[in-house]
């Protein structure tokens, strides 16, 4: 089972001191009684992997991490072996000891986008919803985060994130927990709150950048990356039964709409930072995740479309502020 000790540790003095009153119950029940039917088969696959310390790591610039000399070619695919194990690889991509993990989101492609825009991560407490195996979390410790916290319901994807953590030496300064945002008490606590690829899988939007907000502290940040559309203050997209052969697809905004719901919930300084259609290069199958992606999704003939006919995914990152 995953251990939450280190976690509980690291906040107890903190300004997240006050989750201690909720989260150690919410965790115990959660590994108790709504473990996924794979999830032994995974973590066992974590278990199984070498415990290692790089003597070369970079979270800067990349999710690199090597030793000198390296592994041996039976150790490399035994390493290989064992992560593969643990397919799909959505978020990423991971070089680790010569194992390279091609994700299907080239995920360093958002972070380029959007670090030019945003305020400076150093020493700041940083939660990123929906955080998936928690690339994102490493690239925010790599640019000065004091701790980046993850929080998923997918296990798969929490056991990837432990994987990749203990092939980074039992990296502490990033950790992701088994939980929906709806789960969260208003904690008040965090600097930088990322919501990434999650806004248009919600029921209700506007709750959701609510509780968002509840997880701020005043004159904290957001950063909001999601899927909009072309139009004005009043575009809004509610796709049928799939958009994208997704089937939980609630509202797709356009910017300027999105812009308009932030200060309906009470952000300041919003700020359109990114615009961009996403592209076959940026999210693709690969040998790590090697069913249908972007490429499936989209009209053969006009590249323009998805399947069902909506205007092709357009991605924007908006950036706000708590007053």
Same mark, same amino acid.
């Given at each position: ?23 150690p119950?919410? &965790? ?42 390296g592994?041996s ?5 035994? &390493? ?69 916290v ?12 432990e ?45 959701? &950048? ?34 994208a ?21 009470g ?38 479309k ?8 357009l ?6 502020r708590?007053?």
């Amino acid at each position: 089972m995953i251990d939450f000790g280190n976690f509980y540790q690291l906040i107890a003095k903190g300004p997240l001191s006050h989750w201690l009153n909720t989260l150690p119950a919410q &965790l115990s029940a959660w590994q108790r009684e709504s473990l996924h039917g794979k999830f032994k088969q995974w973590f066992n696959a974590v278990e199984a992997l070498p415990e290692l310390t790089p003597s070369q790591l970079d979270v800067q610039h990349s999710v690199t991490a090597a030793l000198q000399p390296g592994l041996s070619e039976g150790q490399r695919e035994g &390493l290989e072996v064992r992560l593969r194990q643990l397919m799909p690889w959505r978020k990423g991509p991971y070089s680790l000891y010569g194992v390279n993990i091609d994700t299907e989101w080239r995920s360093d492609w958002k972070w380029e986008r959007l670090t030019p825009h945003i305020s400076p991560l150093q020493g700041r407490l940083v939660l990123d919803v929906g955080c998936g195996s928690g690339y994102h979390l490493w690239r925010m410790v790599g640019a000065g985060a004091h701790l980046a916290v993850g929080i998923d319901p997918m296990q798969l994807f929490v056991c990837q994130f432990e994987a990749v953590r203990k092939l980074l030496g039992n990296d502490q300064r990033a950790h992701v927990l088994p939980l929906g945002i709806e789960q969260l008490p208003e904690l008040a606590a965090f600097d930088t709150v990322f919501s990434m690829g999650v806004l248009y899988h919600r029921r209700s939007p506007l709750d959701h &950048l609510w509780q968002l907000k509840n997880q701020l502290v005043s004159g904290g940040e957001l950063v909001l990356e999601t899927l909009v559309i072309e139009g004005d203050e009043n575009a809004v997209l509610v796709p049928g039964e799939r958009y994208a052969q997704m089937r939980n697809v609630y509202f797709i905004p356009s910017a300027l709409a999105l812009v308009r719901w932030l200060e309906k919930c009470g952000f300041v300084d919003v700020r359109i930072v990114d615009h961009c259609v996403t592209t076959l290069e940026e999210q693709r199958r690969t040998s790590w995740m090697t069913t249908e992606s972007l490429a499936d999704f989209l009209d053969p003939n006009d590249h323009r479309k998805t399947c069902e006919g909506y205007p092709a995914p357009l991605r924007a990152v908006i950036v706000a502020r708590n007053p």
